[in-house]
């Protein structure tokens, strides 16, 4: 094996081409075995194989350095730099992270998990360079699907004057996560297929230098193209076309579904699924509604919310994938909203973060009645890159919205149906995490009475509150005080952006403890609008959920128990306050 000589960039140096051919389809393995073994990025790893390994036999990595976009292509780059044990060896795939992380080796400079942001990155890396006046390559790897964010184009634009060396490598593989949306994407496909030749090239247009490299998996193409922009003294860009998921024939057939792979996908067959889940829901509540005006959007993560490909066709022009860019997702529904259309987006908690003046200033300062989903949010396991704690307290504080946290399918599809036919409010939907919950009984609600809570409950001593998935938690918290003979009253708030002053107030009659649970970060959460409510009263409140902090990869059960979120706990600490 060629892999087991490299334990840095140094050894890789020391290769002929057919060694690092050889040494390509063992990286390949590597990754297939770690992705099997734990999960992750698939796809975009196997296709960047052989750049990576140009890159390390030209570039001095770290004096040289390379800067990876979200990191979806960093694999072989800690294969190559020290790292390979977490891909060879079962007993250590946990010891390294998926993605880029500096406190894993100096060859890691930043920690990355969010989309077009290498850019601008090494721009900062390259001024910083040039005002010390050191002289070292500065490398950014960005795919063309990350060239859909308004950041990217930012760091390009930025990027184009600085007048001194930094090389990005765009890395084209014809692929976001999904297929590539967007005008920009007709000029990608000219300069491929005119070998990078025609004129019409906004790279050029921007003022880089440009190359480009039509085989991008040749390891000897790619060695003379890098040897030729190496210590250049222009901002360039070298062009390159793979192929997403090289290597493995189903990730090379189905791009789509194998850019990410849960654990054991080598022993089984990828297919859409079938079982029901908040999103299945969503997306057959919508086909069934047969609403010429309701639009879905996805900022180029539809697998993610559900959003399958016989969905999208079905919906036609109803459907937006508006590429990796959640800041125009927001305004492009505000505007649709204004228009009288009834968008309805569908984003990640985590990627909403990127979208805060949007959400506050296109959207809520106009009270456009557009619909937000906001998938996974809640504490989990997740890279530190990928955290969905956030997104209460970022939201929730935000006048004109009104922020909802359904408990179970029927709730869920009432907020859904009067959220898309008002138009009084931008309306935020936090779908459930946890499995689908239904309990039969249709859900009559008026929401448009905003901010009332539902006493599920009647008790007497202590009120607990559990917000949207955290509401089971709250029925199983309940029923472990009844072995103490503490009958709690339960209360569904329903509302993650208001106050209930009415069912509040009448706690106070005979309740001494009010306890909130949420499935996020406390710091500016809804427990805390609750404790503020009481904090002149004599009722004591509890409030429970996560730390502020960033987390990365710790087991959801070790997070529940630091937090003190599993049942016997926070009834023991009712126990005590009482």
Request: net charge negative; charged share 25%.
């Amino acid at each position: 094996m060629v892999l087991e000589k490299i334990n840095s960039p140094k050894d890789v140096k020391s290769l002929n081409i057919d060694e690092m051919n050889i040494l390509a389809q063992e990286i390949r393995n590597a990754i297939l075995n770690r992705v099997n073994t734990v999960g992750g990025h698939l796809g975009p790893d196997l296709g960047i194989v052989e750049a990576t390994i140009a890159l390390h036999y030209v570039f001095n990595s770290p004096e040289d350095k390379i800067i990876f976009d979200v990191s979806h292509q960093c694999y072989p780059h800690k294969i190559l730099t020290g790292r390979k044990r977490g891909f060879l060896d079962p007993l250590n795939n946990y010891d390294i992270s998926g993605y880029s992380n500096p406190k894993e080796s100096e060859h890691d400079h930043f920690v990355i998990g969010h989309t077009s942001t290498s850019v601008s990155l090494a721009t900062g890396l390259a001024k910083a360079r040039d005002l010390n006046g050191e002289k070292s390559n500065i490398v950014a790897i960005i795919g063309d699907g990350s060239l859909s964010g308004g950041e990217a184009f930012e760091g390009f634009n930025n990027a184009a004057v600085l007048n001194s060396n930094i090389i990005i490598i765009v890395n084209d593989n014809e692929m976001s996560i999904a297929q590539n949306q967007g005008g920009l994407y007709k000029n990608l496909e000219t300069l491929r297929k005119t070998n990078g030749k025609s004129e019409n090239n906004v790279f050029t247009a921007l003022g880089f230098e440009y190359r480009y490299v039509d085989d991008g998996n040749n390891v000897e193409d790619l060695i003379n193209a890098f040897k030729q922009v190496k210590d250049t003294d222009r901002p360039t860009v070298v062009h390159i076309h793979t192929l997403k998921g090289k290597g493995y024939k189903p990730a090379e057939e189905n791009k789509e579904a194998y850019h990410w792979q849960l654990p054991g996908f080598l022993d089984k067959k990828i297919s859409g699924g079938s079982c029901e889940d908040y999103f299945s829901i969503t997306t057959d509540y919508i086909l069934n509604k047969h609403d010429k005006k309701l639009i879905a959007i996805s900022p180029a993560t539809p697998g993610a919310t559900g959003l399958s490909t016989e969905f999208r066709a079905a919906l036609g022009k109803n459907y937006t994938d508006v590429g990796i860019a959640e800041g125009h997702a927001v305004a492009y529904a505000s505007g649709l909203a204004t228009g009288s259309a009834k968008p309805v987006l569908f984003v990640l908690s985590s990627f909403l973060q990127r979208a805060y003046d949007q959400l506050s200033q296109d959207l809520a300062l106009n009270n456009s009645p557009a619909t937000i989903l906001v998938g996974w949010g809640g504490i989990s396991g997740a890279d530190m890159t990928h955290l969905q704690t956030f997104d209460i307290p970022l939201i929730s504080n935000i006048p004109n919205i009104v922020y909802l946290a359904p408990t179970c399918k029927e709730e869920y599809l009432r907020m859904l149906d009067w959220s898309i036919e008002q138009d009084k409010f931008p309306v935020a939907i936090r779908v459930p995490s946890n499995e689908l919950i239904s309990t039969g009984i249709e859900d009559k609600t008026d929401y448009s009475v905003l901010n009332k809570y539902k006493i599920e409950e009647q008790g007497e001593k202590v009120a607990i509150i559990g917000l949207g998935s955290f509401f089971p938690l709250a029925k199983e918290v309940k029923n472990e005080l009844k072995k103490s003979g503490i009958n709690a009253t339960l209360i569904n708030p329903r509302f993650i952006t208001g106050i209930d002053r009415k069912v509040l107030d009448g706690l106070k009659a005979n309740h001494k403890v009010v306890v909130t649970l949420e499935d996020g970060i406390l710091d500016g959460g809804f427990g805390e609008k609750i404790a503020r409510y009481f904090g002149s009263s004599d009722i004591k409140v509890l409030n429970f959920g996560g730390d502020k902090e960033f987390t990365d990869r710790i087991p959801v059960e070790k997070l529940y128990e630091k937090y003190r979120l599993t049942k016997e706990q926070i009834a023991d600490d009712i126990k005590k306050l009482l």
